[in-house]
């Protein structure tokens, strides 16, 4: 799992998209051709959580390790010491696999 | 019914789509051709529920097992362990079987 | 009336719609080459309504039963028992006849 | 004024839209091939009002027989015993004769 | 100014739009044929203002006999006594000329 | 600066244009030919303030006689005593010159 | 650091760009040709925060000297003192660099 220094705001969160060995041998299948299909990859990094009208900040919930899917053409994609990770809302995070 | 590792966040529901022959015994026809007719399934994972402004989290009116029918356009498709799956929200359900 | 056995969510309704025949003899005439206008049918299922942010339902004001006129291209269609029925929302309903 | 059986749902208003001539002997000229302008016409149904948050219903401040204007493209058309009606909600109302 | 018949709904204002003459008398030139540019007129009936969540209806800032000063292309044209009107929201007036 | 007789609603400011002149003189270069660039002018009237949900009006944060920098493209233009003005909402002012 | 002039509005933020060779060097690479990738900054300037429906301003998470991330398509570019710079809502902001 990659260590990054950058910390996402809001409900923002820094995935590490899964290459696609790693994604055949945990038994879901998104080939890189499938390009309409969700993406799996694995939790960098948290924001704090959104802020909600009463001043506090909603509580994640998803954790730094967690692998997740989440859609294709959601978030923004960036470069940290030459990995390609994505930054992405919690709400375009579609499921955890457990 | 397909036994799977995901877990959907928020209201989000994991279906399974009846296959052509399942959906005819039903009663239900919705033939593969007619694409813009809603779609035949059954729940296999379902999420928390929705986060309301309360803090707490809305109760979803779907269980595991149901059978459902739901927009065809609506949710992503996902491969798990060889099985076409489909993730919606409870707002893409129209209706239960029962 | 048509007899089903699905259970429509949220504030969904389940509309059978009038045949051409129905129609005239009810003094409302809805031909069907005019396809802009509004739509008539006999509610067969309705759901428990809509969760509001208190967390009660909403009481729909359709009933089993009521003749209503709703627009032509609200909501889904579906085919149960070879019947073609429309799901729509209550708030595609435009009025009753009373 | 037309007599009808029908009841629409939340705030909406049926309305007979004023022929050719009623509208010139009220002063308000509307021309019928002026299409981009408002419309006169009688309140002949009224809704029980918009169902508020607070779970009662806004009061309508239209009742049956008033004189209306309202945008020609707002609304659907319905025919009924042979006369062409108009279903609005209250908001397309832009206001009343007096 | 024009006194007219005809009440407006919610916050809506009926406006006599300023001929060219009056409009350059008063300092603000606002040519015809700059169509793209603000338009200014004469307040001759308010309604009684928006409807507001709590119930009572929202006290509104222009009054009748007020000069204003409105986008052209907001609200709708209606013709009462011969005389061309403007039925605007408040939200559409830009300024009161004092 | 402008003296004006208008007197904007709600959350509006006027706003007079600074000429390429002074742009250059204040050291923020605002080239006109530059369009899609934000503006820089003098605010010469204030409305009243947002009207909020409380029935109260949230104060403005600029003030008669602040220069600030506004989107290009947000607002209405209008001619007062020969003079070029622009009437925006406060969302649009993006930051003043201190 | 640029010492700049100006005082942004509500949750409004002006960064200055990061040139390219400032970004390589803190391992983030974000080549200029790479249009549709995120762009690294200083915050230069802050504004006192989102007005909140409380009446209260929302309190910033970033400050004066930050390094961010931000969408490269948000907010608006202003040159101050010949200098290229951006003013972006918090909202736009995706991560810090710590």
């Keep these: 799992m990659?260590?990054?220094n950058i910390r996402?705001?809001?409900d923002r969160i820094v995935v590490q998209p899964a290459s696609a060995e790693e994604t055949t041998a945990g038994?879901?299948?998104l080939p890189d051709s499938a390009q309409e299909k969700p993406q799996r990859g694995t939790v960098v990094a948290v924001g704090p959580g959104k802020l909600l009208d009463s001043g506090s900040r909603g509580e994640?919930?998803?954790a730094i390790g967690d692998v997740v899917i989440y859609g294709r053409y959601g978030g923004s994609e960036i470069e940290v010491d030459g990995q390609e990770l994505k930054i992405l809302r919690e709400s375009d995070i579609l499921a955890k696999v457990v």
């Design 60 to 62: 994640l919930t998803v």
């Design 27 to 29: 038994g879901i299948v």
């Design 8 to 10: 996402p705001l809001d």
């Design 2 to 4: 990659a260590k990054i």
